[in-house]
T-cell receptor, first 115, second 115 residues
Framework: AQSVTQPDIHITVSEGASLELRCNYSYGATPYLFWYVQSPGQGLQLLLKYFSGDTLVQGIKGFEAEFKRSQSSFNLRKPSVHWSDAAEYFCAARPGSSNTGKLIFGQGTTLQVKP | NAGVTQTPKFQVLKTGQSMTLQCAQDMNHEYMSWYRQDPGMGLRLIHYSVGAGITDQGEVPNGYNVSRSTTEDFPLRLLSAAPSQTSVYFC??????????????FGEGSRLTVL
């Protein structure tokens, strides 16, 4: 079955430190991949997306993600975390051949930033 | 620039009551969907629609009904609310089509409590 897994439920990093959030997918072919961020009490905002081409994609707020086909991964990174990055992060995927917008989401990773 | 609008933002129901969560988008998106968000479970798809007059079930459809009479609106109905339906509900929309990346645009959510 198609699935998206985020192995880390909760991560704490110090402000200014680097960040990597993990995401693994299980699909028959390369899916379209997304990272969303959710601030407390808010809806989800798209950070970045990958559907083809360069495997390193840049997003908003200084985030980037790297698609690795061999590892079925799409990890999110940021070189230097700011206190405002504290939020919940969701990885999502859908089949590239799909003609709907039906996304499957991972369980989410909550990021806490220490001062 | 409204995007996706959900109402109400908060609702408390008693077991057995019915209600409708409203969702409207002004981006002319073909695809609309409803997700529920529960702690540790990410977002799970309830129902979705690829256009007016077309709806389909997602991962957790039981206890919910939807209809899509216009492109803009996609209401979610709870016919007889149960405590297990206590959750945060998100409406999301996107452009559909095989060659579109299909990133979802989310509303701000509706927090429902069933007593």
């Amino acid at each position: 079955a198609q699935s998206v897994t985020q192995p880390d439920i909760h991560i704490t990093v110090s402000e200014g430190a680097s960040l990597e959030l993990r995401c693994n997918y299980s699909y028959g072919a390369t899916p379209y991949l997304f990272w969303y961020v959710q601030s407390p009490g808010q809806g989800l905002q798209l950070l970045l997306k990958y559907f083809s081409g360069d495997t390193l994609v840049q997003g908003i707020k200084g985030f980037e993600a790297e698609f690795k086909r061999s590892q079925s991964s799409f990890n999110l990174r940021k070189p230097s975390v700011h206190w405002s990055d504290a939020a919940e992060y969701f990885c999502a995927a859908r089949p590239g051949s799909s003609n709907t917008g039906k996304l499957i989401f991972g369980q989410g990773t909550t990021l806490q930033v220490k001062p | 620039n409204a995007g996706v609008t959900q109402t109400p933002k908060f609702q408390v129901l008693k077991t057995g009551q019915s209600m409708t969560l409203q969702c409207a988008q002004d981006m002319n998106h073909e695809y609309m969907s409803w997700y529920r968000q529960d702690p540790g479970m990410g977002l799970r798809l309830i129902h979705y629609s690829v256009g007016a007059g077309i709806t389909d079930q997602g991962e957790v459809p039981n206890g919910y009904n939807v209809s899509r009479s216009t492109t803009e609106d996609f209401p979610l109905r709870l016919l007889s609310a149960a405590p297990s339906q206590t959750s945060v509900y998100f409406c999301a929309s996107s452009l559909a089509g095989t060659f579109r990346t299909g990133e979802l645009f989310f509303g701000e959510g509706s927090r429902l409590t069933v007593l």
